[in-house]
């Protein structure tokens, strides 16, 4: 079992409406986590991280954070175009160390 | 430009042949990562330096790998008598502090060919 755990895709979603995007991880130790967007041949790109249970919005992003459940998603509302990319979904398990458990990514395509 | 920077974005070598990549951070940045990343997978954690002290090494860093960080600003990473697996995108990322919420922020990438 991979510690980041992440629906592979394609997820193809209507330009204009919410895109939901899932990662579940298996390494209880880990105390936040990040959603980098990647477009093809890009680097990796922040978008978000939490690190305390619940809804953190920041835009048209929100992130979910449940411990219990080890399970993590980000939203996106009013999908557009330029959100197609891959998005990876990071653990992180120490405070100070960045070191990151990353997914294998979800493929997006938002279709206008 | 103040983001990190790596150098060279693009390397084809021929199979068995030694490469060096370089990595400068964001400046006053001490920690710096370097991460691999191959086609449809996400990026894997290869080693850590805290200032010039390599503090992690990934099992995926064979004997092959070394990594440096002489003065705690940039990095290399050299592969010894490359195979073609060693092909993929080679990632250096840095940050700065303890604070929970500290991100890490990416170059853009060496990518390397191995024919």
């Known amino acids: 079992q991979k510690e980041v755990e992440q629906n592979s895709g394609p997820l193809s979603v209507p330009e204009g409406a919410i895109a939901s995007l899932n990662c579940t991880y298996s390494?209880?130790?880990?105390?936040?986590f990040f959603w980098y967007r990647q477009y093809s041949g890009k680097s990796p790109e922040l978008i978000m991280f939490?690190?305390?249970?619940g809804d953190k919005e920041d835009g048209r992003f929100t992130a979910q954070l449940n411990k219990a459940s080890q399970y993590v998603s980000l939203l996106i509302r009013d999908s557009q175009p330029s959100d197609s990319a891959t998005y990876l979904c990071?653990?992180?398990?120490?405070?100070?160390?960045?070191?990151?458990?990353f997914g294998t990514g979800t493929r997006l395509t938002i279709i206008p | 430009d103040t983001g990190v920077s790596q150098n060279p974005r693009h390397k084809i070598t021929k199979r068995g042949q030694n490469v060096t990549f370089r990595c400068d951070p964001i400046?006053?940045?001490?920690?710096l990562y370097w991460y691999r990343q191959t086609l449809g997978q996400g990026p894997e954690f290869l080693t850590y330096?805290?200032?010039?002290?390599?503090?992690?090494k990934s099992r995926l860093l064979s004997d092959r790998f070394s990594a440096e960080r002489p003065k705690g600003s940039f990095s290399t990473l050299e592969i010894q008598r490359t195979e073609q697996g060693d092909s993929a995108m080679y990632l250096c990322?840095?940050?700065?502090?303890?604070?929970?919420?500290?991100?890490?922020?990416f170059g853009q990438g060496t990518r390397l060919t191995v024919v």
């Open positions: 990071a653990g992180r398990r120490d405070f100070g160390n960045e070191k990151l458990t």
């Open positions: 939490i690190y305390s249970n």
């Open positions: 990322a840095s940050s700065f502090g303890t604070a929970m919420n500290t991100e890490a922020f």
């Open positions: 400046s006053e940045h001490n920690r």
């Open positions: 390494d209880r130790g880990s105390q936040s």
């Open positions: 330096f805290q200032n010039e002290a390599q503090l992690e």
